[in-house]
Structures are given as C-alpha cells and as structure tokens.
C-alpha cells in the first residue's frame, strides 16, 4: 500500500524540541523529494523545509536555524528536528514525496502542487 505516515508530534513547552519522522511505504523513496508543510487553525498550509534526491535542503525562514530535515533512504524515512519551538509552530505537520526531474530552484520545492503523496499529518503544539 502506497502511503506517508507521520509520527513524533505532541506537547512541547516553548523552547523545547521535538523530532518528527515521516515513514514511507509501496514507494521508490529515494527517487523522491521531500517536503514537510505544516498548516495552523485557521490558516492556510505552508511549506517548512524539503530535502531533495542528493540531500540538498531549503528551509522556510520561521525554519532556519532551527529546524534540520534529513532522510533515510535505506530506511525510507525523512526526519524533521525542531528546537527552540514557539507558539507559533504550533500546527498540524505533513510529510509528502515529489517526483522531480532535472534541477529545480527552491521555489519549486516550496510549492505544495508539486507534491503527489501525503501523509495524514501529526499536530504540535507548544505551551508557552
């Protein structure tokens, strides 16, 4: 069965970190891109960082320096660390594959119509 499934998120106090882990089944995942979005109550999603096929990784700007996307291909996980969390992380996290070919500016990795597979998402909330 083809599917993405997160896991890892939960409860975290402000400045805290956590880990989330991204699982990928019935997929050539290595082939892919990743991404991880997240979207807020009330608000639209938006991207967060993405990791391409050779590792090469764009982070949003809430997202720089503090959060680390990495892959697994042997395993078939892509990983998303987070530290010194805010409130305003507070959202449900997605993972989700992109099939990429040929090189592709940033902006392209950042746009979630690029993104074919899904998962069902995990939330995070952070306590301030």
């Known amino acids: 069965q083809v599917q993405m499934v997160e896991s890892g998120g939960g409860l975290v106090q402000a400045g805290g970190s956590l880990t989330l882990s991204c699982a990928a089944f019935?997929?050539?995942?290595?082939?892919?891109?990743m991404g991880w979005f997240r979207q807020a109550p009330g608000k639209e999603r938006e991207f967060v960082a993405a990791?391409?096929?050779?590792?090469?990784?764009d982070y949003a700007d809430s997202a720089k320096g503090r959060f680390t996307i990495s892959r697994d291909n042997a395993k078939n996980f892509v990983y998303l660390q987070m530290s010194s969390l805010k409130s305003e992380a507070k959202a449900v996290y997605y993972c989700?594959?992109?099939?990429?070919?040929?090189?592709?500016?940033?902006?392209?990795?950042?746009?979630?119509?690029?993104?074919?597979?899904w998962g069902q998402g995990t939330q995070v909330s952070v306590s301030s």
């Open positions: 989700a594959a992109a099939a990429v070919y040929g090189w592709k500016n940033r902006y392209y990795y950042r746009d979630d119509h690029h993104y074919f597979l």
């Open positions: 019935g997929v050539a995942f290595s082939t892919y891109a």
């Open positions: 990791i391409t096929r050779s590792g090469g990784t």
